[in-house]
């Protein structure tokens, strides 16, 4: 009877785990590779499975001549809120990324963007660079300050630095914010005095949980991440996307067929960093336009010995003033190089200048209030 139990037991055992397993995704439409006609079958199809496996035989068999097809496929299924549309809609890009010379047009990449920012920033890193590209670029920037982890961001912004893009620097100039940081001390005790800043990271991927899409291929799925150090060296096999100031590279994998991926494929939806991009990092981009190191700094810093207020007060106006003298400088350089035009120059609006104090007086007095200027 013991070992009766016992058997029993391993085998309630053995169908919970089974029941635990995810249950086998159909088969391929074909067994075999199939032929450059049958492909094209499949992504003519009606039924977003066959796109999607058409999708995926274009990419494993390397098929050519196919990107009509696709760019049909991925306009049919982008907008879509099925998981089935988001099986083609990625199928689809994959494809692109893996096999094809030939790329969706901009302005679908653009609209494909804000679902699949990853796989539309690989696209738009192999189009020539245009107008019409560095446009569309430069309205994405803008849409992704403050949203994500900001890799996003980094990537738009190393894209346009690499093309030179027209706009790029009137574009980095808005909303330039200066932390100005004075410290009040008493004469003779100002030395070795120093500002110090809490360190940033970011990067990472959110989690979603995998749902049953039977009948579809092995989900390809990327994900962007920013990479320290220049020149960039990629880490767990990425692939670099761009260099840059902050260069971002991607990572590709594959998920289990009939299933949908188990990893978000844009920072929005899991972590926020309004911070991002700081002034530093504008103004970090504005350098490398320039290739010029020598340019104004996110955290300013002024030691001021006391000697009364209405030489505080002075000094503090001409703290303000250096950095605004540094900000028009800047941008006369800009204007010079042909970065910002006549018309942008005339719109460069000076930086905000935050100023905050700090007082190791031994005796302290009040302080008179610092005006803005």
Not at 295 to 313: H, K, M, T, V
Request: proline share 8%; net charge negative.
């Amino acid at each position: 009877m013991k070992a009766i139990a016992i058997v029993l037991a391993s085998l309630v055992t053995s169908l919970a785990a089974a029941q635990q397993l995810p249950s086998p995704a159909t088969s391929a439409p074909y067994e075999s590779v199939p032929s450059e006609e049958q492909v094209r079958v499949l992504l003519q199809s009606d039924d977003p499975r066959s796109k999607a496996w058409g999708a995926w035989w274009t990419a494993q068999t390397r098929l050519r001549l196919m990107e009509p097809l696709l760019q049909e496929n991925l306009e049919a299924h982008y907008q879509g809120n099925s998981l089935l549309d988001e099986a083609v809609m990625d199928l689809t890009l994959d494809a692109y990324i893996q096999n094809s010379e030939t790329f969706p047009p901009v302005d679908l990449l653009k609209a494909v963007f804000p679902r699949r920012p990853a796989q539309s920033l690989i696209l738009f890193s192999r189009i020539q660079a245009s107008p019409a590209l560095d446009l569309a670029l430069l309205d994405l920037l803008a849409t992704q300050e403050g949203r994500g982890t900001g890799v996003e961001w980094y990537a738009i912004a190393d894209l346009l630095l690499s093309h030179r893009a027209k706009g790029f620097a009137a574009s980095l100039l808005q909303k330039t914010r200066i932390e100005g940081s004075v410290t009040v001390c008493d004469p003779g005790d100002c030395d070795n005095l120093a500002m110090f800043l809490p360190p940033r990271s970011i990067g990472g991927e959110g989690a979603l949980p995998m749902m049953r899409v039977p009948g579809i291929p092995p989900w390809p799925i990327y994900t962007l991440q920013r990479v320290a150090g220049n020149p960039p060296v990629p880490s767990r096999g990425n692939t670099m996307l761009v260099s840059g100031p902050v260069g971002v590279s991607y990572h590709r994998s594959i998920g289990a067929a009939g299933f949908s991926p188990s990893q978000m494929q844009s920072s929005d939806g899991w972590q926020v960093m309004p911070a991002i991009p700081t002034t530093g990092d504008r103004l970090g981009y504005l350098g490398a336009l320039l290739n010029f190191r020598n340019i104004p700094q996110e955290f300013e810093y002024r030691a001021i010995p006391w000697s009364g207020a209405d030489n505080f007060l002075t000094l503090v106006g001409r703290f303000q003033d250096e950095i605004r003298g540094q900000h028009e400088s800047l941008a006369q350089l800009l204007n010079a190089n042909g970065f910002l035009t006549e018309q942008e120059l005339a719109r460069v609006r000076a930086p905000s200048i935050q100023v905050s104090v700090r007082d190791i007086r031994a005796t302290k007095t009040q302080l008179p209030a610092i005006l803005s200027r």
